[in-house]
């Protein structure tokens, strides 16, 4: 799955370059605030010790930033994250996190560059949710026990830095990459840390 993500990513990474270096720049100043939409799609990679329950699968997720002027502009995200397990160990089930996050972002621009590089950050909640998994009884005479699924939300903040690649007078390519944490809480497990590299279109509406 994730060979066939690579391959998908760096065959838009190579048409959009071929399209930009024949495309004409724009000539239209923009009026701001200007609103965007970005679909995106990538992998996530857990690490420092989410890696040992959780092994790198795929992510999506929608962006909508307000830009107020050339450099400034806010996001609000919403994203899947999936979660399969790495172990064989019956009391990790499959999970997944659902990440609703907003903050600032900061473009760099250039004249005599096209493409253009961006940081941001953002704080928000992280729904982190466990599947029903079975555990199998010692015993013939008893039955297995069921676990069912649970949820637990937490806070947790990204940072990330990326780039917009012009591919047309109204859409971006947009990637991106973004560490984000969880702080540990009361519920299940403690603070946890992946990363997420993903790309998409950046929409002028």
Request: glycine share 10%.
């Amino acid at each position: 799955m994730l060979n066939k993500i690579f391959k998908l990513a760096f065959a838009l990474l190579l048409m959009v370059l071929i399209f930009t270096n024949s495309s004409e720049a724009q000539t239209k100043k923009p009026v701001y605030p200007i609103i965007y939409i970005s679909p995106l799609v990538g992998v996530q990679f857990p690490i420092m010790g989410l890696n040992d329950k959780y092994k790198p699968s795929w992510n999506g997720g929608l962006d909508v930033a307000l830009k107020i002027n050339r450099e400034t502009a806010f996001f609000i995200n919403g994203s899947y994250y999936n979660m399969p397990k790495s172990t064989d160990a019956v009391s990790i089930p499959d999970a997944s996190y659902i990440g609703i996050t907003a903050g600032p972002r900061y473009v760099f621009t250039s004249p005599k560059i096209k493409a253009q590089g961006f940081l941001e950050a953002g704080a928000g909640v992280f729904i982190f949710n466990q599947k029903e998994y079975t555990i199998p009884s010692p015993s013939l005479s008893q039955p297995d026990i069921i676990i069912p699924s649970n949820s637990n939300t937490l806070f947790g903040v990204t940072t990330g830095a990326g780039v917009f690649i012009p591919a047309g007078d109204s859409f971006d390519i947009i990637m991106k990459t973004i560490l984000n944490y969880t702080f540990p809480s009361g519920g299940e497990g403690g603070s946890r840390t992946f990363l997420s590299a993903r790309i998409g279109i950046d929409f002028k509406l």
